[in-house]
């Protein structure tokens, strides 16, 4: 079972920056996909960003321009840049992985951006 870690969720202004980190229990070097969604109260779940084992990425177009996701595979750790946040971004963030039908969620972290 992977086991999937979030952290660096918290309040912030509208305008402010966060960053998110999601470390994985296992290497990551090669994984075909690693992402980043989240979920706003009474909302469904939607991707924000992902990026594939040859360092592609793709963004949804609400934080293209905002938000960098990141890879570092050798502390097996999928970061997630966000900048000039709006209080629409507010929403709890999970990681993903996603590799050839193996498929792991992290718990998730709360972020929350106040006007």
């Known amino acids: 079972q992977v086991q999937l870690v979030e952290s660096g969720g918290g309040l912030v202004q509208a305008g402010g920056s966060l960053r998110l980190s999601c470390a994985a229990s296992?290497?990551?070097?090669?994984?075909?996909?690693m992402g980043w969604y989240r979920q706003a109260t009474g909302k469904q779940r939607e991707l924000v960003a992902t990026?594939?084992?040859?360092?592609?990425?793709n963004y949804a177009d609400s934080v293209k321009g905002r938000f960098t996701i990141s890879r570092d595979n050798a502390k097996n750790t999928v970061y997630l840049q966000m900048n000039s946040l709006k209080p629409e971004d507010t929403a709890v963030y999970y990681c993903?992985?996603?590799?050839?039908?193996?498929?792991?969620w992290g718990q998730g972290t709360q972020v929350t951006v106040s006007s």
């Open positions: 296992i290497s990551i070097f090669g994984i075909r996909l």
């Open positions: 993903n992985l996603d590799h050839y039908g193996l498929r792991s």
């Open positions: 990026t594939t084992s040859g360092g592609s990425t």
